[in-house]
T-cell receptor, first 119, second 109 residues
Framework: GAVVSQHPSWVICKSGTSVKIECRSL??????MFWYRQFPKQSLMLMAT?????????EQGVEKDKFLINHASLTLSTLTVTSAHPEDSSFYIC???????????????FGPGTRLTVT | GQNIDQPTEMTATEGAIVQINCTYQ??????LFWYQQHAGEAPTFLSY??LDGLEEKGRFSSFLSRSKGYSYLLLKELQMKDSASYLC??????????WGAGTKLIIKP
């Protein structure tokens, strides 16, 4: 149980284009979803937290107009990287949490990640 | 500010034991997680400690001392597949996960 999927698993796009990444909780309802970014040899950096039906809360330094997050349902959140540039190339990971089903309070279940390369 | 410290890299021999330390200073504490992350993959859950003491789970054990702001992950009978990064993360007073930078563990034959 508690499976989170991400799509696509990798994507290559040209500079200036937009890319959408989907994160789905397959067997539970995710009241909260998180989006992380990870550069090579670095730890996870939280970008934003989203609760179903409300606007995402972005971490300091993350441009909300560039990284659009939509959490329209209890099983789906999307991250759209708008006008992507080479410096946006990174490993994007989502995680989901449901207070009712976690083995421990506030446990997060991670998706497999999406590797974005902007050329 | 909030801070979590772990060694950047450690090396150990197959079959041996290794201890990865994590010290933290956070605004509040609601538990500490250890995750394993292989290169190019998402983190996978290893352990969760919220009370002081040792939690043992097979070859892996995790220890917590809240008064010292300290935890360690102990890996026994190391296998080559244990080569990965190990991430320490603390749940703060706002129930946000604060992540350490991770410890890259290299296992040699």
């Amino acid at each position: 149980g508690a499976v989170v999927s991400q799509h696509p698993s990798w994507v290559i796009c040209k500079s200036g284009t937009s890319v959408k990444i989907e994160c789905r909780s397959l067997d539970f309802q995710a009241t909260t979803m998180f989006w992380y970014r990870q550069f090579p040899k670095q730890s996870l950096m939280l970008m934003a937290t989203s609760n179903e039906g409300s606007k995402a809360t972005y971490e300091q330094g993350v441009e909300k107009d560039k990284f659009l997050i939509n959490h329209a349902s209890l099983t789906l959140s999307t991250l759209t990287v708008t006008s992507a540039h080479p410096e946006d190339s990174s490993f994007y990971i989502c995680s989901a949490r449901d207070l009712g089903t976690g083995r421990f309070s506030y446990e997060q279940y991670f998706g497999p990640g999406t590797r974005l390369t902007v050329t | 500010g909030q801070n979590i410290d772990q060694p950047t890299e450690m090396t150990a021999t197959e079959g041996a034991i290794v201890q990865i330390n994590c010290t933290y200073q956070t605004s509040g504490f609601n538990g500490l997680f250890w995750y394993q992350q292989h290169a190019g993959e998402a983190p996978t859950f290893l352990s969760y400690n919220v009370l002081d003491g040792l939690e043992e789970k097979g070859r892996f054990s995790s220890f917590l001392s809240r008064s010292k702001g300290y935890s360690y992950l102990l890996l026994k009978e190391l296998q080559m597949k244990d080569s990965a990064s190990y991430l320490c993360a603390v749940l703060d007073s706002n129930y946000q996960l604060i992540w350490g930078a991770g410890t890259k563990l290299i296992i040699k034959p």
